[in-house]
């Protein structure tokens, strides 16, 4: 186990509300980072946060948006739901200078209907 | 472009079979891989990594390669046991100003059978 908590584990919602998903970094590990993994898919980077601030963004719409608090734990947030919003969000943790070494929750699996 | 691929979706393997899964990638700025295992229901779990000033990694029953020249890694697995059941990532990581993030491949799913 790494460490890094995320929950709720499994989350079902209609098409057009809001979530928001949460993860524990590991003790020490102050740079988080999201990640949307469809089906059958790799995980693809949504962004990063360091120090409370985001820090780097992928190819993702605006309605994703993101938190991180004092204790470096993180808040992924998804506005208007989509279909295709449904998969697997993980969140990484690591050290900042050390993001090559990014150790991953057990993911939140998200189910859009 | 950012992207990191496989050749092989699938591979099947008898168990104590040695099992390589490869990778292209094609960023030659990249400067570390990284292989990935995830179960079912689980997150990736980390393997082993290689920096792009070495050709070759060794762990324990696993080994990277890495053919920068033709932006190749790949991943062997010796004596494959049914544990190692799962779909293997590489990743590559990509810097961007400011920060750095991890550019996955689809995965290769390992099947190994008793």
């Known amino acids: ?113 | 472009g950012e992207s990191v691929g496989l050749h092989l979706p699938t591979l099947s393997v008898q168990e104590g079979d040695n099992s390589i899964i490869n990778c292209a990638y094609s960023n030659s700025a990249s400067d570390y891989f990284i292989w990935y295992k995830q179960e079912s229901g689980k997150g990736p779990q980390f393997i082993i990594d290689i920096r792009s000033n070495m050709d070759k990694r060794q762990g324990q029953r696993v080994t990277v390669l890495l053919n920068k020249t033709v932006k190749h890694l790949s991943l062997q697995i010796a004596a494959t046991q049914p544990g190692d059941s799962a779909v293997y990532f590489c990743a590559e990581n990509l810097k961007i100003s400011g920060f750095q993030k991890l550019v996955f491949g689809t995965g290769t799913r390992l099947l190994v059978s008793p």
Not at chain 1, 55 to 74: D, H, V
Not at chain 1, 90 to 106: I, M, N, V
């Open chain 1, 1 to 113: 186990e790494t460490g890094v908590t995320q929950s709720p584990t499994h989350l079902i919602k209609t098409r057009g509300q809001q979530v928001t998903l949460r993860c524990s970094s590991q003790s020490g590990h102050n740079t988080v980072s999201w990640y949307q993994q469809a089906l059958g898919q790799g995980p693809q980077f949504i962004f990063q946060y360091y120090r409370e601030e985001e820090n780097g963004r992928g190819n993702f719409p605006p309605r994703f948006s993101g938190l991180q608090f004092p204790n470096y734990s993180s808040e992924l947030n998804v506005n208007a739901l989509e279909l295709d919003d449904s998969a697997l969000y993980l969140c990484a943790s690591s050290l900042a200078g050390e993001a090559l070494e990014q150790y991953f929750g057990p993911g939140t699996r998200l189910t859009v209907t």
